[in-house]
């Protein structure tokens, strides 16, 4: 070789010296030396692996997912891609939202499937952020402030994810992976790394083992919506703490080649200093950022348009954006990308393990290991139904029966056993609430509940409601017991209350309260369907003091009777459905009510329905017409019967950020069954005759104006009108009860 022009020249042919140096046998295997070179140089850029040709030198491909909340979604796009191309990686590394696509992918599961399964989890709204719940024993109340007992005493809970239903999705989807690892992420289809961050020293945790679920809910335990998970001596939070692109993880667990999905925020350069909504985010993306790990030209580097979206904005529009988003930029880089394969990759069968060899309970005391294999239903199984065993999941998640259950599954070829783990629910749970109405006046509740007062297994609650016209105290007590499969409670409660009924007359002049007092006590069974519906069969024991509603007489009265009742309280907390029913010997009821919310879009839809039957009923079971929401036009609570029929739609949609319009139409009627002929008209009330479908009576109404969610509760200002001429302000504050 020689130098020249600056630049190095090869020579045509070697030197006449070199030649004659040369000679026989020693050129023969000069000639045999330079063969192997050349042919170990082609070699490095065409390569057979698993029958696929590539351009590029013999690798171990990863494929390596940042975290990113909701912009995860587009690595979903991005596998999509990668099967349209054939590539598959031989590891997967996934932080945060990249652990949860990463394990579905490692898995089995095919995009379309990961998909679907994405979308139905992103519906179910966990990973928003959502108001305060209580216990189910405190029936639906939703508290302002909500404190939990923990192991360094009461810790406040704000407005978070619901940890159980969280959890319990996340066995379900994570079940097949978890089933086929048996604690070894090696033995997943695509062997898997998910990346956490021990809180003890912020060092990058890169999980190979245990429980899938639990890994992956560790990895994406982002600070303040969702709480650490221990796994051994180490509290682990999310992964993009230490590691939000993990391409060290992959480098150290053996990969020489990486495919990186990247979805993490670039923030705009422009910062308003004014909002401190903007501070906050730009300090939470400073908090995931760590510098990045260099990538070498055989890597590839897929950056999906996710800029302007929000980490927590799981509606369904965001997500098919988001994983189009992931399609188009996957696409995009592969076709450039010179290490694609030429052929597709060989996708190999997936096979459950399906013999069941038992479970075991050495993490557990004896109680919670009977509880848990009751619920999971596998005690002398032999076989195991992975659908059966999802739907047994989803209700212990719905149920209040433990913090956390992970399966821990372990065993060899066909053979399955799980050792679960579990994390009791905290000792004591205190809560408060409160809420204004520009007639009711202000009312606060106050809630204390002992999962273990005063004995073993035995729930105590108490709750406190003062108010301008109420002043009720409940107290309950329950016991869950086994009896088969189910979980019946049974309970008692006592209820001391006292109210002012307020009285009106034709013109809707408020008259002086007539005072009520009642005690009620009742001892039955409770059955919990999930979380959200709640029956019981009760005995009751009524005692009361009471004004009757036309002439105003006091009576007093005591019964012996039975209720029956069922409940739904929905997760969405504006949709409730309920049916009740009460028989004493001198009085019956039956009461219906539905109160619905649908989202199409901008626009909220809620219907409710409020149907009532009494027939000698005591003032405190009779019904005020549109219940605690009033009827358009009237003062709430102005027209109370032993019939009611009402019905109503609201619609409202948002008009300047939080600020909605809302336009409540309604229909209804009140009556009295026994109302003589000549009591009717204004000495009533207005209130009508016989049926709960009579004659007479009837009101169209219309209600109209603006609110807002704030962490008050809803705020709601509204005018309205009905058809008898009448018209009232409607104003309130907080979530009433």
């Known amino acids: 070789m020689r130098k020249g022009g600056g630049k190095d020249h090869v020579t045509d042919a070697p030197s006449r010296h070199a030649v004659r140096y040369v000679s026989g046998m020693s050129l023969r295997v000069v000639r045999a030396l330079l063969g192997v070179l050349l042919f170990s140089a082609h070699q490095s850029r065409l390569v057979a692996q698993d029958g696929v040709v590539t351009s590029c030198r013999a690798a171990v491909d990863a494929l390596v997912l940042s975290g990113g909340g909701a912009k995860g979604l587009a690595h979903v796009g991005v596998i999509a891609a990668l099967e349209a191309a054939g590539v598959r990686p031989r590891l997967i590394v996934g932080t945060s939202m990249g652990a949860m696509i990463g394990s579905l992918y490692a898995s089995g599961y095919r995009a379309a499937e990961i998909d679907s399964i994405a979308r139905t989890m992103s519906r179910r709204e966990f990973f928003g952020a ?56 090696d033995r997943l289809p695509i062997p898997l790394r998910v990346v956490a961050t021990n809180l003890q020293g912020r060092e990058v945790v890169a999980l190979a083992g245990g429980d899938l ?9 982002i600070p303040f919506v969702f709480t650490p998970q221990r796994v051994g001596d180490a509290i682990l939070a999310d992964g993009g703490l230490s590691a939000n692109i993990p391409v060290g993880v992959a480098r150290s667990a053996g990969a020489t080649r990486v495919i990186v999905s990247d979805v993490t925020e670039r923030p705009a350069d422009a910062l308003d200093l004014e909002s401190p909504l903007v501070i906050a985010d730009r300090l939470l993306n400073w908090l ?17 348009d996710v800029d302007g979206f929000r980490a927590l904005d799981f509606s369904p529009e965001a997500v098919d954006s988001l994983i189009r988003l992931g399609r188009a930029a996957g ?42 294999q009751r619920l999971l239903q596998l005690d002398g199984a032999t076989a195991l139904d992975e659908r059966a065993l999802q739907v047994q999941l989803t209700t212990i ?207 909220r839809i809620e219907p409710h329905f409020r149907l009532g039957l009494g027939e000698g009923v005591p003032v405190s079971l009779t019904f005020p017409l549109g219940g605690t ?69 009837w009101l169209l109404g219309v209600r109209a104006g603006v609110g807002s969610d704030t962490p008050l509760g809803p705020v709601q200002v509204e005018y309205g009108w009905n058809d008898a001429g009448r018209k009232a302000l409607y104003l309130r504050v907080g979530r009433w009860f």
């Not at 679920?213 to 335990?221: G, H, K, L, P």
């Not at 597709?344 to 009977?370: D, L, W, Y």
């Not at 809302?662 to 009591?679: C, E, K, N, Q």
């Open 213 to 221: 679920a639990q890994a992956v809910r560790a990895s994406i335990a």
């Open 130 to 185: 959502r108001a305060a719940r209580g216990p189910a024993a405190w029936r639906g109340l939703l508290p302002l402030v909500l404190w939990e007992e923990g192991a360094s005493g009461f810790q406040l809970q704000s407005s978070t994810v619901r940890q159980q239903e969280m959890n319990a999705a996340l066995n379900i989807a994570f079940l097949r992976g978890n089933l086929l690892a048996r604690g070894d992420f």
């Open 331 to 372: 696409d995009s880089m592969l076709r450039q990308w010179e290490c694609r394969p030429t052929t597709p990759a060989v996708v190999p069968p997936v096979t459950v393990p399906r013999r069941f060899a038992g479970i075991s309970g050495a993490a557990m005391n004896p109680s919670e290991f009977t509880l848990v």
């Open 397 to 603: 998640g719905q149920r209040e029966i433990f913090n956390d259950l992970w399966l821990f599954p372990s065993g060899n070829g066909d053979t399955v056993s799980f050792r679960p783990a579990v994390r009791p629910l905290p000792r004591r749970t205190a809560g408060i609430g409160l809420a204004y109405d520009t007639e009711l006046g202000g009312r606060v509740w106050a809630g204390l509940l002992d999962r273990n007062f005063p004995a073993i297994r035995v729930e105590g609650s108490a709750v406190l409601a003062l108010g301008r016209f109420e002043r009720d105290l409940g107290l309950t007590a329950r016991r869950q017991t086994l009896l088969g499969r189910p979980t019946f409670s049974p309970v008692a409660t006592l209820t001391l209350r006292a109210h002012d009924i307020r009285r009106f007359d034709g013109d809707g002049v408020e008259l002086e309260a007539d005072d009520l007092r009642e005690a009620v006590a009742t001892l039955g069974v409770e059955r919990f369907l999930g979380r959200e519906l709640r029956l019981a069969l009760m005995g009751e024991a009524r005692a009361w003091r009471d004004h009757a509603l036309v002439t105003g007489t006091e009576r007093y009265g005591q019964a012996l009777g039975a209720r029956l009742a069922m409940e739904r309280i929905a997760p969405d907390e504006g949709s409730r459905i309920g049916a009740e029913a009460g028989w004493a010997p001198d009085y019956h009821w039956l009461k219906l009510e539905a109160h619905l919310l649908r989202e199409v879009g901008p626009l």
């Open 288 to 304: 995931f950022r760590q510098p990045a790990d260099s990538l070498g030209s055989d890597d590839l580097w897929i950056r999906s």
């Open 629 to 697: 929401e009033g009827f358009p036009g009237l003062h709430i609570g102005e027209r109370r019967g032993d019939r009611e029929a009402f019905a109503s739609l609201a619609l409202s949609q948002e008009v300047a950020g939080p600020l909605r319009v809302r336009v409540v139409g309604a229909v209804g009627r009140a009556a009295i069954g026994d109302l003589p002929l000549s009591l009717t008209g204004a000495s009533a009330g207005g209130l009508g005759r016989g049926g709960v479908f009579g004659r007479g009576g």
